[in-house]
Antibody, heavy 118, light 112 residues
Framework: EVQLVESGGGLVQPGGSLRLSCAAS????????MSWARQAPGKGLEWVANIRQDGSEEQYVDSMRGRFTISRDNPKNSLYLQMNSLRVDDTAVYYC???????????WGQGTLVTVSS | DVVMTQSPLSLPVTLGQPASISCRSSQSLLDSDGSTFLSWFQQRPGQSPRRLIY???NRDSGVPDRFSGSGSGTDFTLNISRVEAEDVGVYYCRQGTHWPWTFGQGTRLEIK
């Protein structure tokens, strides 16, 4: 059974930093691109970032490029999101996602809430 | 960025009746390899999203066959042949052809 368990969310002041972690199990982690997506309270879904299987390529939504960094540790089956210069509008539930665009493989974690507020 | 526009945004449906959600993209979702990366997601109340359909019309593993997807280019549709109580929630289309991947606004399905 595929499991994605996020951790690291919490309350942070504007301008602060937070590092999210995702522990993956039940699938061959190193064989898949991994992603983060988010959902502001009561709002729709937004993709955040992708990282290639070996970590050699990263993709970011423009509003997060330069502030967020996605990374992975394949031996530890773990995905990370380093978030710096956080803004109030970064407040959201952040989901760890493993997905294949062209095959039946798409799983989401339960999400971790990040609240940016003074 | 590719803008995804869903309609309707609210969909009241009687149990056992069909339902249909439309999704239009601001540019073609046909990739250079001939694939069209349009997916549909379901988000039940209080739950994480779940993908139902990938590449326009392929059902993910475990998805009931009452869900089907169709379309091409810029116009896509999710159909539910007979709505059940467990189908209540918000449905999103998402394109994965152009970076950044983008979602529609969501369609809230409720039982009439």
């Amino acid at each position: 059974e595929v499991q994605l368990v996020e951790s690291g969310g919490g309350l942070v002041q504007p301008g602060g930093s937070l590092r999210l972690s995702c522990a993956a199990s039940g699938f061959s982690f190193s064989n898949y691109w991994m992603s983060w997506a988010r959902q502001a309270p009561g709002k729709g879904l937004e993709w955040v970032a992708n990282i290639r299987q070996d970590g050699s390529e990263e993709q970011y939504v423009d509003s997060m490029r330069g502030r967020f960094t996605i990374s992975r540790d394949n031996p530890k089956n773990s995905l990370y999101l380093q978030m710096n210069s956080l803004r109030v509008d970064d407040t959201a539930v952040y989901y760890c996602v493993t997905t294949s665009r062209g095959h039946s493989h798409d799983y989401w974690g339960q999400g971790t809430l990040v609240t940016v507020s003074s | 960025d590719v803008v995804m526009t869903q309609s309707p945004l609210s969909l009241p449906v009687t149990l056992g009746q069909p339902a249909s959600i439309s999704c239009r993209s601001s540019q073609s979702l046909l990739d250079s390899d001939g694939s069209t990366f349009l997916s549909w997601f379901q988000q039940r109340p209080g739950q994480s999203p779940r993908r139902l359909i990938y590449k326009v019309s392929n059902r993910d593993s475990g998805v009931p066959d009452r869900f089907s997807g169709s379309g091409s280019g810029t116009d896509f549709t999710l159909n539910i042949s007979r709505v059940e109580a467990e189908d209540v929630g918000v449905y999103y289309c998402r394109q994965g052809t152009h970076w950044p991947w983008t979602f529609g606004q969501g369609t809230r399905l409720e039982i009439k």
